[in-house]
């Protein structure tokens, strides 16, 4: 085509002439094949053709795993119900065999579980009809059946009893008393009275001896006034809070063991515990260097047992408290030094017992409130100050209390807020867990 204004020639379709810029009338926007030329328009079947195979691949494939998702899906819920039916066979089966050794109840209960399950099983549904039948059937318990089933239960306590079968015997107990808590009751209250000391005694040769006080109790409601009960009792009760207090307090460790040790020398191994706690005390008295508070435990410790080094430990400390018996002292003007107020009996009054390196960068306070047998006193506040800041705690079931965590080495003075007492100076250390004890004066 030529520009009609021009007359140069126009390849393809424009609005304007590119030579003179005239406006070419009837002229329109560039096709494709005009601006491409002739081989493009050629292409475009095939690539209208490939986007086509494009589309139905990816449509086949969609339909494919949608396909593969649903057969899932109904193996899924095919497998789940071969396993629910498989159960419910299970539980039929169950019942037949409670059936044939006429177990009535739990025959129906199985049952009953089988056609939850499945509830189109006929076989469940009749050993279900056939069970509920039997029960029907079974007649109402008289007071002579109900006293020939007690018979029974006390025969085979009377047999568990012979052949020290404690778990029978308080197992059938228990059932006789379900059934009918009045019959034959003096013998049987004896024979378990007989059965729980004797049981807390094996617990105790066994080291079970925190079973055996719960055994001793159950016998004691029984009898509360029996010596014998009351005395395995409290040599248990004392061994156990020996050891509760091991590693943590010695001075209150070593009262209960020796409570023991005064009225049975050969009870377990308190002996050898004692002298092992008396050891460990002196040690600990040896770090703070209270060389003679070390050299009493030490020498307790040494009756208990010999060796090299308990007794190199003990010369040293005795050598060590005579030296600071022998430091001369300042001389004090008679009336110069104040004299010391009497305590008033009844008063607490607190002492450091101990101290221990803890191995960080720490400082802990802790201790016990006892009453005048060295019982923990439980609910006491007990507070510790240094300047203008305070903070108290309460002391626990065992009387125990504890600060810990103090950030800063200094002297605290430690107070029991529901009690009259004395206040108590500590100096925290760090790396440092001191042992304190607060007890009323005699």
Known sequence: MNCPSCGKPIHGRALFCPHCGQKLVGASLSTPADVYGADTERRRPEGCARTTTVLILSGLALLMVIGLGAGAVYMGLRDRQGTVRQAALEHSGRGTDHLAREEYELAAAEFGLALQLNPGLEEAEEGLDLAQERLAGLPEPTSELQDEVSAAYLREMAQAYEREDWATLFATADRLLATNPDYQREEVDRMLFEGLYRSGLLLVEQDRVTEAVRMFDRALLLRPDDPEVARARELATQYVTALSYWEG??????????????????????????????????????????????????????????????????????????????????????????????????????????????????????????????????????????????????????????????????????????????????????????????????
């Not at 410790?301 to 005795?318: C, I, M, V, W």
């Not at 002492?351 to 306070?365: C, D, N, R, T």
Request: negative net charge; aromatic residues 8%; hydrophobic residues 35%.
């Open 249 to 442: 307090d010695w001075p209150l460790a070593i009262a209960s063991l020796e409570r023991v040790y005064a009225q049975d020398p050969g009870y377990r191994d308190v002996g050898p515990r004692l002298g092992e706690a008396h050891r460990r005390l002196g040690e600990q008295l040896t770090a703070a260097q209270d060389w003679c508070g070390a050299e009493e435990q030490l020498a307790l410790a040494l009756e208990f047992a010999t060796s090299s080094d308990l007794t190199l430990a003990y010369e040293q400390a005795a050598a060590q408290c005579a030296a600071q018996a022998s430091t001369p002292t300042a001389d004090l003007t008679p009336g110069t030094a104040d004299e010391e107020t009497p305590v008033p009996s009844g008063t607490y009054v607190g002492e450091i017992v101990g101290s221990e390196k803890i191995g960080s960068k720490k400082m802990f306070i802790r201790g016990h409130v006892l009453d005048y047998e060295g019982n923990g006193v439980s609910g006491v506040r007990v507070t510790i100050g240094a300047w203008d800041w305070s903070v108290t705690a309460t002391s626990d079931g065992q009387g125990q209390f504890s600060f810990d965590g103090l950030a800063n080495p200094v002297t605290y003075t430690v107070t029991l807020d529901d009690l009259p007492s004395e206040p108590l100076d500590v100096v925290g250390e760090w790396d440092t867990l001191t042992w304190i004890r607060f007890q009323p004066k005699g």
